[in-house]
């Protein structure tokens, strides 16, 4: 199974700041189709999660443009240009490029 | 819009058996696949099973292989997850979720959940 790190745990921010989370997984995400299936996940307090980034870097529909995603291969990140107070939660990466699908433990996003 | 509303959570005695549905509406659900996802209190996310848009292809997690049956009717829109052989550590809330096109497993859209305890 591929393994997914995520840092940090935790990250206090404070409004209007940028924040970053990185991902990396224990091997290649890059499918027999060239495709790299790495995909960020927001989940608020008492909700399910919602997905912002599928592909690495494409923002889903609806999803504001100060959240971004880069990487290749083994490494990933997932930025927010400047926290809101509704960006309150937890994110996680999913890697759905083989079965089983595995996520990472979730990066815990707070205001300061 | 895109629904997925998930029932048959509760609590159930070790060993005993539960099956959950997954109502979709708002899309062509015949051509799309779905996934069940879980997650513990207060833990992270867990991929379960996934069945393709026809239910042909089924692929389940080692650890509720032989104990949960994915499956689906087309004519009803819905997923169902029949789970036997229930152990406490499959306490848990259980997302149907949607598989996003041309895009391997990735995960579109979910479902609120429905909560299923394992308890004597």
Known sequence: DIVMTQTPLSSPVTLGQPASISCRSSQSLVHSDGNTYLSWLQQRPGQ???LLISKTSDRFSGVPDRFSGSGAGTDFTL????VEAEDVGV???MQATQF???FGGGTKVEIK | QV???ESGGGVVQ???SLRLSCAASGFTFSRYGVHWVRQAPGKGLEWVAVISYDGSNKYYADSVKGRFTISRDNSKNTVYLQMNSLRAEDTAVYY???VLKAAAGTIDYWGQ???VTVSS
């Open chain 1, 48 to 50: 399910p999660p919602r």
């Open chain 1, 79 to 82: 930025k927010i240009s400047r």
């Open chain 1, 91 to 93: 994110y996680y990466c």
């Open chain 1, 100 to 102: 089983p699908l595995t």
């Open chain 2, 3 to 5: 629904q997925l509303v």
């Open chain 2, 14 to 16: 070790p060993g005993r």
């Open chain 2, 96 to 98: 149907c979720a949607r």
């Open chain 2, 113 to 115: 959940g429905t909560l």
